[in-house]
């Protein structure tokens, strides 16, 4: 069962990176202000979204300044072309190769600690409009949630919820366009290695 979990942990993270590369290939084709374009429109209606801790979260407006306390997460603001809204992300951002090739400029950005020591004053000091975290870090959430700040709290531990963590992160950032054609490239990627893994036989030991 562990080997079967880190297995789709492993896939998750592998599809996260392929995502990731394919469009900084294509050098960034949609601006920032059009990853923010919804939600920015005429109408300014409140955002509403249900984390993974089935907590509602209400935004105003889309968020504009994001910290990332989960590497799987700050991987996934890169690919919604988010990065320059980044003020935070979790520590040892250096130990990311898609960091240095994708968003150097995280490897500056303040850090707000690990999933065992989270930096909850550091995070809260930074005053973003929205923190991305794990629900392994739940203690901390209802602290930062108690100081009015907003928390988005995800669980993209499978394919399934790193569909629904792309989805929640693109609603909150008014990216939801972004994040269609993320789950979209997902899709196609699983159906591509069902394909190619059909009918193969497994190896036991």
Known sequence: MLKKIRYKKFITVLLILA?????TACGQSVS???????GNGEENTEIKIVDHLGREVLLEKPAESIVSGYYITTSMLIALGLEDHVT???????SRPIYHLAAPHFLELPNVGTLKEF???GAAALNPDLI?????LKDAIESLEKLGIKV???????TEELIESI???GKATGSEERARDLVDYIHDKNLE?????????????
Do not use: F, H, Y
């Not at 935070?88 to 250096?94: H, L, P, Q, W, Y």
């Open 19 to 23: 995502i990731i590369i394919t469009l």
């Open 32 to 38: 920032d202000e059009e990853g923010l374009s919804q």
């Open 88 to 94: 935070g992300i979790e520590a040892k951002a250096d």
């Open 119 to 121: 930096d909850l004053e």
């Open 132 to 136: 991305i975290l794990s629900v392994r």
């Open 152 to 158: 988005l709290a995800v669980n993209p531990e499978s």
């Open 167 to 169: 989805e929640m992160i």
């Open 193 to 205: 290695v069902k394909e190619l893994v059909e009918g193969q036989k497994r190896k036991t030991v």
